[in-house]
């Protein structure tokens, strides 16, 4: 069974979704800007809120559930891309990062089909891998361990 916690490192940077504990609230989307094993996820906001207190900045979310919210990591869920949304222009730009040979003209297909059917990463699929994660594709099938939504299914408010 997967773990959220093996995979969250490899997406800092992206955006993630939580409930919020304003009651006026329902859902914060924030970037991921760190990760503790032990302890949780901090996140920065895209837009900094303003209160009576001052300012905030971002939220600690810690894995262990504190009773009162369900706004902890455990709720948490990355907000990413399905592979099959790669443009031709992000195809081009991770291909040539990887080394890639030239006389290769679908890059959209080899990109894909290298990440699909390649389980050892090394060398230029390394980089590729990488630029393909923090573009926020799900390369670890996390949307389907319920772990992230897909960025085209979030609902506009």
Known sequence: MKDLRDYIHLYIGCLVQYPDTDPDATMVIAKLTGVSEGDGVETTYLEVKKHAHGETHGDYLAWKSNGNHNSDALHLKLILRPLSDITKEEANE????????????????????????????????????????????????????????????????
């Open 94 to 157: 991770a291909w040539i990062l990887g080394g890639g040979s030239n006389a290769v003209t679908n890059r959209i297909y080899a990109i894909q089909h290298l990440v699909r059917y390649t389980h050892l990463y090394r060398g230029g699929m390394v980089r590729i891998v990488n630029y393909l994660r923090k573009h926020g594709f799900d390369l670890d099938d996390l949307e389907e361990a319920g772990f992230a939504v897909y960025k085209t299914d979030i609902k506009k408010s």
